[in-house]
């Protein structure tokens, strides 16, 4: 034994090392895609904030509250349409329930007949 590690230690050496590398790049990857969202969803609010009003953001809430994917999808929607610039001033609680009624899908009606 001269000091030299062998070729079986160097690789298990080069292994742990490159199993070290690769848990940190996705540690890295984790908090940079954790940040991105958490600056996308700052951003969202700051958008909502500026083109609802008070009563229009307490309609959105509701409907989050009991439908949460129908109000994501809603929020996109007016985030949307205010970066495009096709919001002028800010959304009321009427504009608000127009475009409920427009982005809410139809409703499934039952026609009961009886024999």
Do not use: C
């Not at 984790?30 to 969803?41: F, I, K, L, N, V």
């Amino acid at each position: 034994m001269s000091g030299e590690p062998s070729d079986e230690e160097l690789e298990k050496l080069r292994k742990q090392k490159r199993e070290q590398l690769k848990e940190q790049a996705e540690g890295q990857d984790g908090e940079a895609m954790e940040a991105q969202r958490e600056q996308a969803e700052a951003q969202k609010k700051a958008v909502l904030r500026q083109s609802l009003t008070d009563g229009a953001r307490k309609r959105l809430n509701s409907v989050k509250m009991s439908k949460p994917e129908h109000g994501e999808k809603i929020e996109q929607q007016i985030v949307a349409l205010a970066q495009s610039g096709r919001i002028q001033g800010k959304i009321d609680e009427e504009k608000m329930k127009e475009l409920l009624k427009e982005l809410t899908p139809d409703s499934k009606s039952f026609d009961i007949r009886r024999r």
